[in-house]
């Protein structure tokens, strides 16, 4: 099991066309995540920072590896949440670190929202403000399997 503390870290990350649509909903959740610590990639970040006025770590862009800073930030417990706008209809240079960051999530365990309306599912579970135990499988061992 893994702790979640009340306050979460949460990673925000949109797609080129589905930046817009996060800061919107970012907007209308303003008072909710500013209980919160926020993480973004790169543009995203900024634009979060520049027009929510709440502090936003960030990472680089996603295609220079912003994606895969954030899964190991996944990976380490350092991310409790990932909210995620993708663009089911554009295809993405780096697509495969979409995948392996989504990979991340599922492994970890962590709730993901990929669109606006599970985004506003889980915004308003009362899980969000509170302590949660999340289940985790145990991988050391696989990670102590001998090789042959």
């Not at 008072?31 to 027009?51: I, N, P, S, V, Y």
């Not at 492994?107 to 990929?114: E, G, K, R, T």
Request: glycine content about 6%.
């Amino acid at each position: 099991m893994i702790n979640s503390e009340a306050k979460k870290k949460i990673a925000l990350v949109a797609h080129d066309h589905k930046k817009e649509d996060l800061v919107d909903w970012s907007l209308a959740n303003k008072e909710k995540l500013q209980d919160h610590e926020l993480f973004a990639t790169g543009t995203t970040g900024k634009l979060l920072e520049k027009r929510l006025g709440l502090p936003v770590t960030k990472f680089l862009s996603g295609p220079l590896g912003g994606d895969q800073q954030i899964g190991a930030f996944i990976a380490t417990g350092e991310i409790d949440m990932l909210i995620f706008f993708w663009d089911p209809l554009e295809p993405q240079p780096h697509d495969p670190d979409v995948k392996a960051l989504l990979r991340l999530a599922a492994v970890w365990n962590i709730p993901v929202a990929c669109n606006e309306a599970t985004a506003d599912f889980i915004f308003t579970s009362p899980l969000l403000n509170n302590q949660y135990e999340r289940k985790v499988d145990n991988f050391f061992s696989h990670i102590n399997r001998k090789v042959k």
